[in-house]
């Protein structure tokens, strides 16, 4: 049986008593949300934290608002939430699907947004338990000084798992940060970063407080398409996240492959390939050869990376069908 490291429970109620915790303690403190990644990883001693902040009481963070300039979510809006509400489902079809495509029902349910796009960067060298590790003399990400993926690298290229991030870069959304500093906007693409260890900007002690959809993404035509062994609760080993402007040919597009390294990775030149063009086969096509040329799958994810490359332009092409629409 695993169990928990000993910790002090932490219970914030509010932002600022979460902020001021962290302006003191960042250091020795893991933020809990849902907990669906957090309390395993706490298992498998992959957190060592004096602090475990659970977040979960701050009703100012649990908010769904549609605005005229765009979508405005908490980061403890949970998957399910996401998954089910009429208007997100309406309006932002591909963020719909792709929060009812994470994990199971149970882990939706208790997951949260905040901390999927928060979520550590997993691999079959790292997300094991302490014995395992130990045996292995463990890794750069956590307690060693080797990486048993790319073994002359310097960097971790441990995978980054999120369902919900792809498609909020191709809906060009924003993440709000706050830290005792203040609060900050970035991108959610520029909110990730390309190191396994920690492939995100917050610094020590800044939350995730807000995640923005702009009312621009409430016509795009989406897709997202997801590789996984089975048809729940997996991880993926694949995701492919696709949004196109359409006026009967595309006036612009965006393609975002990602489990395939700690960054999810915009594919450049997608927009090139079918401006001006329908979203026909051959469109679809060509944007498949386009990413998987871009696309290397490394053994960070325990399944075979030749495999997962072959699936590139199968899943690129899905996800283009599925914009199109029927
Ligand atoms: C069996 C299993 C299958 C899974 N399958 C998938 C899957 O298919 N796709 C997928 O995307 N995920 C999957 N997950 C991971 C997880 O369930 C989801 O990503 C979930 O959304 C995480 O949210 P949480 O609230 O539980 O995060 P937590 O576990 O509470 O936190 C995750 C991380 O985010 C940080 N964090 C949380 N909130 C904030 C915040 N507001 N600001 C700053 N940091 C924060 C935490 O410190 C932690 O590092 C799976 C998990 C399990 C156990
Ligand atoms: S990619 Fe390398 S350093 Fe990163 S978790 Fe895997 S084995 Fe460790």
Same mark, same amino acid.
């Not at 004096?50 to 608002?65: C, K, N, T, W």
């Given at each position: 049986?695993? !169990?928990?490291?000993?910790?002090?429970?932490?219970?914030?109620?509010?932002? %600022?008593? &979460?902020?001021?915790?962290?302006?003191?303690?960042?250091? #020795?403190?893991?933020?809990?949300?849902?907990?669906?990644?957090?309390?395993?990883?706490?298992?498998?001693?992959?957190?060592?934290?004096?602090?475990?902040?659970?977040?979960?009481? /701050?009703?100012?963070?649990?908010?769904?608002?549609? #605005?005229? %300039?765009?979508?405005?979510?908490?980061?403890?809006? !949970?998957?399910?939430?996401?998954?089910?509400?009429?208007?997100?489902?309406?309006?932002?079809?591909?963020?719909?699907? +792709?929060?009812?495509?994470?994990?199971?029902?149970?882990?939706?349910?208790?997951? !949260?947004?905040?901390?999927?796009?928060?979520?550590?960067?997993?691999?079959?060298?790292?997300?094991?338990?302490?014995?395992?590790?130990?045996? &292995?003399?463990?890794?750069?990400?956590?307690?060693?000084?080797?990486?048993?993926?790319?073994?002359?690298?310097?960097?971790?290229?441990?995978?980054?798992?999120?369902?919900?991030?792809?498609?909020?870069?191709?809906?060009?959304?924003?993440?709000?940060?706050?830290?005792?500093?203040?609060?900050?906007?970035?991108?959610?693409?520029?909110?990730?970063?390309?190191?396994? /260890?920690?492939?995100?900007?917050?610094?020590?002690? #800044?939350?995730?407080?807000?995640?923005?959809?702009?009312?621009?993404?409430?016509?795009? +035509?989406?897709?997202?398409?997801? &590789?996984?062994?089975?048809?729940? /609760?997996?991880?993926?080993?694949?995701?492919?996240?696709?949004?196109?402007?359409?006026?009967?040919?595309? #006036?612009?597009?965006?393609?975002?492959?990602? +489990?395939?390294?700690?960054?999810?990775?915009? /594919?450049?030149?997608?927009?090139?390939?079918?401006?001006?063009?329908?979203? %026909?086969?051959?469109?679809?096509?060509?944007?498949?050869?386009?990413?998987?040329?871009?696309?290397?799958? &490394?053994?960070?994810?325990?399944?075979?990376?030749?495999?997962?490359?072959?699936?590139?332009?199968?899943?690129?092409?899905?996800?283009?069908?599925?914009?199109?629409?029927?």
């Amino acid at each position: 049986m695993l !169990t928990l490291p000993r910790f002090d429970w932490v219970h914030p109620e509010t932002l %600022d008593q &979460l902020l001021d915790h962290m302006r003191e303690h960042a250091a #020795e403190s893991l933020i809990l949300a849902g907990g669906t990644d957090a309390v395993p990883n706490l298992k498998h001693r992959l957190h060592e934290p004096q602090y475990v902040v659970a977040i979960g009481r /701050i009703a100012e963070l649990a908010f769904i608002r549609h #605005e005229t %300039d765009g979508l405005h979510l908490g980061p403890l809006v !949970t998957l399910s939430r996401v998954a089910s509400e009429p208007r997100i489902r309406a309006e932002f079809a591909s963020l719909a699907r +792709a929060a009812g495509l994470v994990a199971g029902p149970q882990l939706r349910n208790m997951g !949260t947004i905040g901390g999927n796009l928060c979520l550590d960067t997993r691999c079959t060298y790292y997300n094991q338990t302490y014995f395992w590790r130990e045996a &292995l003399g463990f890794c750069l990400k956590k307690s060693g000084t080797l990486c048993h993926v790319v073994p002359q690298g310097k960097r971790c290229v441990a995978a980054h798992s999120s369902d919900l991030a792809p498609v909020l870069i191709t809906l060009g959304a924003e993440v709000e940060i706050a830290g005792h500093a203040g609060r900050r906007t970035v991108s959610v693409e520029e909110f990730f970063v390309p190191d396994g /260890i920690h492939n995100n900007v917050l610094a020590p002690g #800044e939350v995730v407080t807000r995640l923005f959809v702009p009312a621009a993404a409430r016509g795009l +035509a989406t897709g997202y398409q997801k &590789l996984r062994p089975r048809a729940s /609760i997996d991880f993926p080993m694949l995701s492919v996240a696709f949004a196109a402007r359409m006026n009967g040919v595309c #006036e612009s597009a965006r393609l975002v492959v990602s +489990a395939i390294a700690a960054k999810p990775r915009t /594919i450049h030149g997608a927009d090139d390939v079918a401006r001006g063009r329908p979203l %026909d086969e051959s469109v679809a096509g060509a944007l498949g050869e386009l990413a998987h040329r871009q696309c290397q799958p &490394l053994i960070s994810v325990p399944y075979d990376h030749d495999y997962r490359r072959a699936m590139v332009p199968v899943f690129v092409r899905r996800a283009v069908r599925q914009a199109a629409g029927p």
